[in-house]
Structure formats: structure tokens, C-alpha cells
Antibody, heavy 120, light 110 residues
Framework: EALLVESGGGSVPPGGSLRLSCVGS????????INWVRQAPGKGLEWVSY????????YHADSVKGRFTISRDDAKNAVFLQMNSLRAEDRALYYC?????????????WGKGTSVTVSS | QSVLTQPPSASGTPGQRVTISCSGS????????VYWYQQLPGSAPKLLIH???QRPSGVPDRFSGSKSGTSASLAISGLRSEDEADYYC???????????FGGGTKLTVL
């Protein structure tokens, strides 16, 4: 069974940094593209970032561009989201999701999420 | 405000058929596939429909998707209490180079 597990969430003050991790198992991790999607408390889903196989193509939502960076280490079956200059509005549950064999909107495996709180 | 527009709520009684709409534009829905995700209370989202009208293995055929022009729809027939959840449409946007999600529709089974 394909699984994704997020970690690294926590509470930081505004302007702080966090590094989220997403570790995959049960599938050949290096062959899959990965997304980060977040959900603020009581709100809807918001796509955050995407990384291709090999890391050659990266996309970020405008709301995080210049502050968040996505990367991957296939030797560790992991994708990371480095989050800098955090704002109150970044508070959310952050999911990683595997891209399926459709186009970019296809996310066929999701983790359970890791929670990020930004508060002084 | 989401670029993909969904009604905030929908409802139906057991056994009924309900539809949820998702409206976009030529840069997203019209030229790309639409995906539907189901999020049960307290759970992660789950892929319900891919490539606009395809069901992943294990998803009941009570769920169906369609797309026409800049709009898409999710239909649920034979409504059951366990279908009570939030439903999100999603599509790639060529102009924004981003995945867009609709604002979500909360389905209530009366």
C-alpha cells in the first residue's frame, strides 16, 4: 500500500521558519511527483507547491512564492517544504499528496497532514 | 476567493440524486482535466473522480463526473448517510501554472 507521512509541523512566531518532511513508502518514490496542499482551520483546500521527478520542475502558489521552497531527496524517499518568513495566514494543516498519472491536478495518495501554527 | 466556483452547500435525502457544480474558465477547466476530492470529517482528502469522469478503483459507481466547456459537475446517486462530507473540485490552470481548488461544497444528507 502506498503511504505518505508528513512531519515537522509545530508552532512558530511570525517571521519564523519551519521545514516540513513528507516520506513515502510502498511505492517507488523517485518515479512520482509530489504536491503540498494546505487547509486552514475550518477552510478549504489550497494547493501550495509541486515538485517533479528529479526536482527539475517546481511550482509554488503566488501566496508562498519567495518564502517557501520545495525540494526532494529520493535516497531518503522524502520531499521537503522549507517555510520561511511565516505569517499568521500560513497557519494550516499541511498535506503532501502524490501526483497520479493524469495531469497536475491528479493527487491519488494523500498523507494525514502535519499542523503548522504561526503565533506570537 | 477561489477561481473555481462551487456552491458552499448541498443537501439531499437518502436515495436521492444530488449534483455539485464547479465553474471555471478556459485556462483551467476547459483545457484540462477536472478532479473531485471527498473529505470526510476529520480525514484527509480522497480522490473521487479523475480525468473529469473516471472513477478510481474502489469508488462506487454512484459517483460520476462530467465536464462541458468551462464547467464541471459531480453527481451522486442513491445518496447515503456516509456520503456526508466536503467535496472539492480541482484543475490545473495554464495561466497561473498552479493547481486550483474550488472553495468546497458541504454535502448534508437529511
Amino acid at each position: 500500500e502506498a503511504l505518505l507521512v508528513e512531519s515537522g509541523g509545530g508552532s512558530v512566531p511570525p517571521g519564523g521558519s519551519l521545514r516540513l518532511s513528507c516520506v513515502g513508502s510502498g511505492f517507488t518514490f523517485s518515479k512520482y511527483e509530489i504536491n503540498w496542499v494546505r487547509q486552514a482551520p475550518g477552510k478549504g483546500l489550497e494547493w501550495v507547491s509541486y515538485i517533479s521527478t528529479g526536482g527539475s520542475t517546481i511550482y509554488h502558489a503566488d501566496s508562498v512564492k519567495g518564502r517557501f521552497t520545495i525540494s526532494r531527496d529520493d535516497a531518503k524517499n522524502a520531499v521537503f517544504l522549507q517555510m520561511n518568513s511565516l505569517r499568521a495566514e500560513d497557519r494550516a494543516l499541511y498535506y503532501c499528496a502524490r501526483r497520479g498519472d493524469g495531469d497536475y491536478g491528479h493527487m491519488d495518495v494523500w498523507g494525514k497532514g502535519t499542523s503548522v501554527t504561526v503565533s506570537s | 476567493q477561489s477561481v473555481l466556483t462551487q456552491p458552499p452547500s448541498a443537501s439531499g435525502t437518502p436515495g436521492q440524486r444530488v449534483t455539485i457544480s464547479c465553474s471555471g474558465s478556459s485556462s483551467n477547466i476547459e483545457n484540462n482535466y477536472v478532479y473531485w476530492y471527498q473529505q470526510l470529517p476529520g480525514s484527509a482528502p480522497k480522490l473521487l473522480i479523475h480525468r473529469s469522469n473516471q472513477r478510481p478503483s474502489g469508488v462506487p459507481d454512484r459517483f460520476s463526473g462530467s465536464k462541458s466547456g468551462t464547467s464541471a459537475s459531480l453527481a451522486i446517486s442513491g445518496l447515503r448517510s456516509e456520503d456526508e462530507a466536503d467535496y472539492y473540485c480541482a484543475a490545473w490552470d495554464d495561466s497561473l501554472s498552479s493547481v486550483l481548488f474550488g472553495g468546497g461544497t458541504k454535502l448534508t444528507v437529511l
